[in-house]
C-alpha cells in the first residue's frame, strides 16, 4: 500500500503558486499518495492558524512571504541555519512538535551551482533585505565565497540588520538604501533580485536601483519565477545569463520532502515534470 502525506503551503495571495504541482510530481516518481493545500493565510489570520494546526494532520507545511519569520514563534525547535537566518520555509510537523528548517538557501545553491566559478571571488550585489536574501547570502557565502557582497534595500535598519548577520562569514558587506544606489565602476559579477518586484504582484515594477543599468550585470537571478518575467527577458535580449526562481523553488520542496518523510528524489526529474524543459542554466 503506497504511503500517505498531508502536506501545505502556507502563505498569503498564493493562488499562483506551483508547489502543488511540485508535489504532485513527487507522488508520481515515489509512488507515494500526496495531499497538498495551498493555506492561504493573512497576517492577522497567521495565530488562529498555527493554534489550531494539529486539526489539518499535516505531515509537513512549506511556508512562504509574508511567514517566514513570524511563524517562528510558534515552533518547538528550530534547526541551526534556520535560527542564523531567522526564516523558516519548512516545517515538519508530528503529532505537537513543530521543527522548522530553511530549504530555500539550498535551492539557491542548486541554481547557482553551474555558475560557482563566476561567482567565486566575484563582487555580488543583493536586492532585497528578507527571508530570501539572508538565504542567498549563506548560499554564496558557505558555498560560493564571492569577494564582496553590496545589499541593497528600502530600511536602513534591515540593512544593518542583515550586514550584521552575514558578518560571521568574513566577506566584506556593503549596504546602501536602495535609491542612494551608485553602481561605480566596474560590474557585478552576480546580481539576485530577493523582492518581488518583477514578480507575479508586481510584473512591471523594476527591482534594479536607478543607478543600476544592465552593462553592470554579469549574470541575473531573479527568485521570482513567473515566465513571463519582463526583466529576465531584458537580460537575455543582452546575452546576460539570466536565471529565475524555478529550480529554487523544485530544490528547495525537494529538500523539505526528505526533512519530512526521509525519502530521496531527483530535482532535475521533478523540475521536469513540472516545467516540461530541462532547467537550461
Known amino acids: 500500500m503506497s504511503t500517505r502525506y498531508h502536506f501545505g503551503l502556507l502563505g498569503h495571495k498564493i493562488a499562483y503558486s506551483q508547489s502543488p504541482d511540485i508535489f504532485a510530481a513527487i507522488a508520481k516518481q515515489t509512488g507515494c499518495k500526496i495531499q497538498f493545500d495551498l493555506f ?40 541551526q541555519v534556520a535560527q542564523e537566518l531567522e526564516a523558516v520555509n519548512s516545517i515538519k510537523i508530528d503529532g505537537l512538535s513543530l521543527a522548522g528548517y530553511n530549504t530555500d538557501w539550498e535551492g539557491v545553491a542548486q541554481s547557482l551551482l553551474k555558475h560557482s566559478k563566476s561567482i567565486e571571488n566575484g563582487k555580488v550585489l543583493i536586492l532585497g533585505t528578507g527571508g530570501v536574501a539572508r538565504a542567498v547570502v549563506h548560499a554564496l557565502c558557505t558555498g560560493m565565497r564571492p569577494k564582496e557582497l553590496t545589499i541593497a534595500g528600502r530600511s536602513q535598519e534591515h540593512l544593518e540588520h542583515l550586514k550584521a548577520a552575514s558578518s560571521r562569514f568574513s566577506i566584506p558587506c556593503k549596504t546602501v538604501e536602495r535609491d542612494l544606489f551608485e553602481p561605480g ?10 523582492t518581488p518586484l518583477g ?25 521570482n519565477y513567473n515566465t513571463d518575467n519582463v ?19 523544485v530544490a528547495q520542496a525537494v529538500r523539505s520532502f526528505e526533512l519530512w518523510t526521509r525519502q530521496k528524489t531527483e530535482t532535475d526529474k521533478i523540475y521536469r515534470a513540472v516545467f516540461k524543459t530541462d532547467r537550461g542554466l
Open 231 to 249: 526583466f529576465i527577458g531584458m537580460a537575455r535580449k543582452l546575452n546576460i545569463p539570466a536565471l529565475d526562481g524555478r529550480m529554487m523553488l
Open 40 to 79: 492561504d493565510i493573512s497576517p492577522l489570520d497567521l495565530d488562529f492558524f498555527m493554534q489550531r494546526i494539529s486539526a489539518q494532520e499535516l505531515s509537513g507545511l512549506s511556508v512562504t512571504i509574508p511567514h517566514k519569520e513570524s511563524v517562528m514563534r510558534y515552533l518547538t525547535e528550530c534547526d
Open 199 to 223: 514578480g507575479w504582484h508586481y510584473p512591471n515594477v523594476s527591482p534594479l536601483p536607478k543607478g543600476l543599468d544592465w552593462s553592470h550585470v554579469g549574470i541575473y537571478f531573479d527568485v
Open 185 to 194: 565602476k566596474g560590474k557585478f559579477h552576480l546580481v539576485v533580485n530577493c
